[in-house]
């Protein structure tokens, strides 16, 4: 199968899909990396899928405004939580973050238990469906997306540790429903680490170069071998960010072997 026999229009929204994601999830992949609560994005993303799998039970549609919008909430109610549990007891922060992300898990399963589509519920949150976004899906991350680079670029300064957890719940309800939980957490914490030897001033540009380009390559090489969209771009993002350090000329764009201050 060849990429030019394929209808090039259903590539495009999937990649609109990816970039929305990346805008917003490569800067905060390097706060979360700073901060040093690397799995805060799974946890939250199993949050919000926890809202969408119980609106579905109330007859909810799983792409509605409504699953969006208890999703919004789980997630923000995550958020919160996580707040409240940094300022108490920050030196088992990131072992919380994981009790968090099991417990949500476990609850997915449990209300998935008697649904003869759970199954299918559940790969779906978890896998994504880039090829299939529709229009409406990638206005709400666009309108997201916006709110986020408006607040993130102009005022993160001043939101402090709570506008922060909040700005992450917001940005992750809207790609969770987009991509799926892998591909959140992908381009959320594999370019921060791709470029956590940079210089700090070009972490972000090349950060966003392996996000944009992964899901550039990733979606073109899994048409042409009919394989899953969102797991094959996990593993060419995974690839891209290894060529940045095994590349020797990435030096010249600021590399070194000792960690920058």
């Keep these: 199968m060849s990429l030019f026999d394929t209808d090039i229009a259903i590539l495009w929204p999937a990649l609109l899909a990816g970039l929305l994601v990346a805008v917003s999830h490569v800067p905060l992949g390097q706060q979360v990396l700073a901060r040093g609560i690397v799995f805060i994005d799974l946890a939250i993303a199993q949050v919000a899928g926890l809202g969408v799998i119980a609106a579905n039970g109330f007859g909810l549609e799983l792409t509605g405004w409504g699953s969006q919008a208890a999703a919004g909430a789980a997630a923000l109610a995550g958020a919160l939580l996580l707040t409240w549990t940094e300022r108490k007891r920050p030196e088992v922060q990131e072992a919380l973050i994981g009790i968090l992300f099991v417990l949500a898990s476990t609850a997915q399963i449990l209300l998935l238990a008697n649904d003869p589509h759970g199954g299918d519920n559940l790969k779906d949150l978890l896998a994504g469906q880039i090829l299939w976004v529709s229009n409406a899906q990638l206005i709400r991350t666009a309108v997201v997306t916006a709110i986020f680079a408006a607040v993130w670029f102009l005022w993160r300064e001043r939101i402090g540790r709570v506008g922060f957890y909040v700005l ?91 960690a920058p201050e």
Excluded at 202 to 226: C, K, M, N, Q
């Design 168 to 258: 992450f719940a917001l940005v992750v309800t809207a790609s969770v429903q987009l991509v799926g939980v892998y591909l959140v957490f992908t381009t959320l914490i594999v370019p921060a680490v791709a470029t956590c030897r940079l210089a700090a001033k070009r972490r972000l540009v090349f950060g966003y170069a392996v996000a944009f380009a992964s899901y550039l390559a990733g979606l073109a090489i899994s048409v042409v071998t009919d394989l899953p969209s969102s797991a094959v771009i996990v593993w060419t993002m995974a690839l891209f960010a290894l060529g940045t350090h095994l590349v020797p000329g990435f030096r010249l764009f600021g590399y070194s072997r000792e």
